[in-house]
């Protein structure tokens, strides 16, 4: 069962560690990046971060969606990782097991649009989070637990 679907830059980091892994309440962390699953740097620096009581799997986008899709996951509770808006879009297409997609992190650049203090969006992530809409997934922004959630599509439109 997955209890929370996160797009966030940063991956594993102090925030999801200490905020977000407690409050849902997860015992396994999936990151869902093709660059993690074959960076070992990346990944050694991502194991160190991780808390000592959850497991972490690190997989590709496509490694990922099979292991939603074949129920191999469905014995933990689940913390899925994407860095970006763009690959948590293809799990949640690809797989039934994504209802709604935490947006807490992604990078700015120039050709980007500011909709929150951490979170600038492409247009091709416009396209994505409205077509997850479209299909009843339900994306939102919310920095850590206690916060409000935000629909993202009140802050593209």
């Known amino acids: 069962m997955i209890t929370v679907c996160r797009v966030d830059h940063r991956l594993l980091h102090g925030q999801v560690v200490f905020a977000w892994i407690g409050a849902s309440g997860s015992d396994c962390i999936l990151i869902a990046n093709d660059d993690v699953a074959t960076n070992e740097l990346r990944a050694s620096a991502l194991r160190m971060a991780k808390p000592g009581t959850t497991k972490l799997v690190m997989k590709s986008i496509d490694d990922s969606i099979a292991a939603l899709n074949s129920g191999v996951t469905d014995k933990y509770k689940l913390f899925v990782l994407c860095e970006t808006i763009e690959d948590a879009y293809k799990l949640a297409c690809n797989t039934h097991a994504i209802s709604e997609i935490n947006i807490g992190g992604a990078k700015n650049s120039s050709e980007r649009k500011r909709i929150s203090p951490a979170v600038c ?23 850590v637990p206690n916060d409000k959630k935000v629909d993202v599509l009140d802050l593209i439109d």
């Open 121 to 143: 969006v492409s247009q091709q992530d416009i396209k994505c989070l409205k077509d997850l809409s479209d299909r009843g997934i339900s994306c939102y922004l919310q920095q």
